[in-house]
């Protein structure tokens, strides 16, 4: 069996490597070529932590993935990372296993920061130019990074944290960028500051509180894809002009939307699929004015489009059956 290893992984330019794929595989769902079953979610509460288990196939592909993701969000005071797991990418003429990649969570990070560059940079105003990016862990770095890669305008970054030194922190691991970066705790005048915002905690509370929010920002949250997660003030929800969602049952069920659609103050019908965006079939931010959110709870489809990208770059797909199980 063919296993390939953070090392070789983190090799590969897949943010920007990548990035036409992910895109194409939030399109494959609004197309009907997306097969997605429900997600597996385990819930280790009383270690801060949890799993996430995310399977699917794209109909044309040469592979199906099962992906294993866990948080443990008490790591970082370990010196460990938050983020873990592993992919297997199944053959889907054959049914046996290409390959193992022990991305140790490497991929989904990096998928998860395309996908959120992909999501805003639609959504943001035409003279979006500054970022405000809430939270300090691996996922702020990456969104930063990613966002740097794919945008088409220069830009500038805040980073928030709830200790100046955990933003300064994010600062130092971002050098090598040359991007003007500060750091911040107030949050308030950030999200006051800011054309476009960016979520990347596990909070369990609202940090951004609606009156902060100013016609004319795009929000995408990233941080609330399990049950009790919960970023952006209810109302902040509820009145928001444009709500794009990846995928509308999960973001319902346990994303940014879940608190607000529980309260009866929205539903799918106000939810636009950023596939239908991406493609041009609907529309996405409709004014200078416009609140727009979106809320990215992270879809299986992702996960296969870096695998496959990955392991086409590294010549593991052409010719390849996989073996037999």
Not at 42 to 66: Q, S, W
Not at 127 to 149: F, M, P
Not at 260 to 277: H, K, Q, Y
Request: proline share 5%; net charge negative.
């Amino acid at each position: 069996m063919i296993v390939v290893s953070r090392e070789q992984l983190a090799a590969l330019p897949l943010l920007t490597l990548a990035a036409p794929a992910v895109r194409d595989a939030y399109v494959a769902l609004t197309d009907g070529r997306a097969s997605l079953p429900p997600v597996g979610y385990l819930p280790l509460p009383g270690r801060n932590a949890d799993c996430h288990i995310k399977y699917g196939y794209i109909e044309g592909d040469p592979i199906f993935v099962v992906k294993i993701a866990s948080g443990f969000y008490d790591n970082p005071a370990k010196g460990l990372p938050s983020s873990n797991g592993m992919m297997v990418a199944v053959s889907a003429e054959t049914g046996g296993v290409v390959a193992v990649l022990d991305d140790k969570g490497l991929l989904t990070d990096l998928r998860t920061g395309i996908g959120g560059a992909i999501a805003t940079m639609p959504l943001w105003r035409k003279d979006a130019r500054k970022i405000g990016i809430v939270g300090t862990g691996t996922q702020a770095r990456v969104q930063i990074r990613a966002l740097a890669s794919l945008s088409d305008r220069p830009l500038r970054f805040t980073v928030w944290g709830r200790s100046l030194e955990r933003a300064n922190a994010v600062l130092a691991d971002l050098a090598d960028l040359d991007l003007p970066v500060a750091a911040t705790t107030d949050l308030e005048t950030l999200c006051r500051q800011s054309d476009a915002i960016v979520t990347t905690t596990p909070s369990k509370e609202p940090l951004i509180r609606s009156d902060w929010i100013a016609p004319g920002t795009h929000i995408t949250a990233m941080g609330a894809d399990a049950p009790g997660k919960q970023e952006l003030d209810t109302a902040l929800v509820a009145r928001a002009d444009r709500l794009v969602v990846d995928l509308a049952e999960q973001c319902l069920d346990h994303g940014e939307f879940s608190v607000a659609a529980r309260a009866g103050l929205i539903d799918e019908n106000r939810c636009i699929a950023l596939g239908a965006v991406l493609s041009g079939a609907t529309e996405g931010r409709r004014s200078d004015r416009d609140i727009t959110i979106a809320d990215l709870t992270g879809i299986a489809t992702q996960d296969i489009a870096i695998a496959r990208t990955a392991l086409d770059e590294l010549g593991l797909l052409h010719g390849t059956q996989g073996t037999t199980s």
